[in-house]
């Protein structure tokens, strides 16, 4: 199959695995819902531009997006993975709040001085709120 057939399935399956709605994914890229939507059904397929910000939503390559790396299951498929395996790949992100996954998304989309900024005074913020009495 060739590499643009697995990129709607490779964008639903991180999607579900990071624990985001196709709505929030819009949001960060800026998108109406339906267009991302297209991304996922194959109907239509992203601009390079948004696939670096979706690699970098999900923390991966632009190349895994595209390629079947090591023959696994592209597809989001339940009989493919066990109960064990969906727990495990899952649990990580459902610990956190929807707001820590909003805020991871958009570190990842910031370049590095805007993240550097961020992390600075966001360590400002909370040194100077354990001082307080």
Known sequence: MKS????????RTLRIKNGYTQQQISDFLGLDRSTYAYYETNRTTPPLSTLKKLARIFNVSISSLLENEQNQPSVFDPDALTFTDLDHNLSHIYELQPEERQ???????????????????L???IQNQNNKP
């Open 103 to 121: 805020l991871i998304a958009m570190l990842r989309l910031s370049d590095p001085k805007t993240k550097k900024s961020i992390l600075k005074g």
């Open 123 to 125: 360590s400002k913020h």
């Open 4 to 11: 643009s057939l697995y990129l709607g399935t490779q964008l």
